[in-house]
DNA sequence: AACCAGGTTATGC
DNA sequence: GCATAACATGGT
């Protein structure tokens, strides 16, 4: 399978990014390819997915049927962003001496997703208030143990927990892969809202933004920063920042000179500018940390 | 050794 | 309404 690679679209920036030095359970990188397990209607596929010149790569690890295919391609797309024609963002951080550098320095890096709703509330719920590292380690476990699975020339690939997989799970066992009781809760929480079809993608997109607001933050567990941060990378809002967050004052205080903790007034001003690209620019401003 | 991490909720004034 | 504690533990 064939992606054409759009302008202001560099793979191997995107590969970097997946690659930045955390443990991660849920694809591999090697060099200049990127694998990953992931689910369509007819069940579990790996992906492999490269670049040469002019296309993205994509195959997959069996026969695949032409739904299979359109499925694959689809979840590619929204992963990596292609759609998206970054002529507007590129010129508007050339136009700003803060962001001048930024088109060069991560020319073509674009907002890699989490395709899976579920998968990204619960990432967030996880790394609240820990380091990344420590995150990471925690998330493998849960992973590992409830993540459906299969084994490709000796390599085992995992997706994430179904919603289902984790209403079920004996708490004890949160507990003894040092998950919080409050995060337990959280993630049950989560669950719930899934297995109810309180929320799901698919419907949430159809609603506006408030809407889709209203209705994460009705969850124990999602607050602001994460409703904010799943809707910047799953839902694909363009207009996201993420006030609070550690990184994004970190970096302002770095690029724009603000405040160390700059307030919701001083932020908006910075972003005001980039209106239509917070996400990116906020994107971009954590991507200057690593 | 203390302080903080991709925060959120419960509680107290 | 706004400040503060509790959560759990590893990294720096």
Redesign the pocket.
């Known amino acids: 399978m064939k992606i054409a690679k759009p302008i202001h679209f560099n793979f191997q920036a995107c590969l970097d990014f997946l690659n930045r030095g955390y443990d991660e359970c849920l694809y591999s990188v090697n060099e200049s390819v990127v694998r990953r397990l992931i689910r369509v209607t007819s069940g579990l596929v790996l992906i492999e997915i490269s670049s040469d010149s002019v296309n993205i790569n994509v195959s997959a690890h069996r026969i695949v049927s032409k739904t299979d295919e359109k499925e694959i391609i689809s979840y590619v797309m929204d992963w990596f962003d292609v759609e998206r024609d970054m002529t507007e963002f590129y010129a508007l951080m050339k136009k700003h001496q803060q962001t001048k550098d930024f088109p060069i320095q991560y020319q073509g890096l674009r907002l890699m997703g989490i395709v899976d709703l579920f998968e990204a509330l619960c990432w967030?719920v996880i790394?609240?208030?820990?380091?990344?590292?420590?995150?990471h380690?925690i998330k493998t476990r849960l992973v590992n143990k409830y993540g459906e699975s299969i084994k490709v020339d000796g390599q085992k690939y995992h997706v994430f927990p179904t919603p289902h997989s984790l209403l079920n799970v004996n708490k004890e066992d949160l507990v003894a892969m040092?998950f919080?009781?409050?995060?337990?809760n959280y993630i049950h929480n989560i669950s719930q809202a899934f297995c109810n079809n309180e929320l799901n993608k698919n419907d949430l997109l159809k609603l506006t933004k408030p809407q889709q607001m209203d209705k994460l933050l009705a969850?124990?567990?999602?607050?602001?920063?994460?409703?904010n941060y799943v809707s910047m990378k799953s839902l694909r809002d363009m207009t996201c920042i993420a006030y609070?967050?550690?990184?994004l004052s970190l970096s302002l205080h770095q690029v724009f000179n603000t405040e160390r903790k700059p307030d919701k007034n001083t932020i908006d001003k910075v972003f005001k500018p980039f209106a239509g690209w917070e996400s990116y620019l906020n994107f971009y401003l954590?991507k200057t940390l690593s």
């Open positions: 967030c790394g609240q208030q820990i380091n990344l590292t420590f995150a380690k040092q919080s009781k409050q995060k337990i969850i124990k567990g999602i607050g602001p920063w994460t409703a609070g967050d550690t990184g954590w």
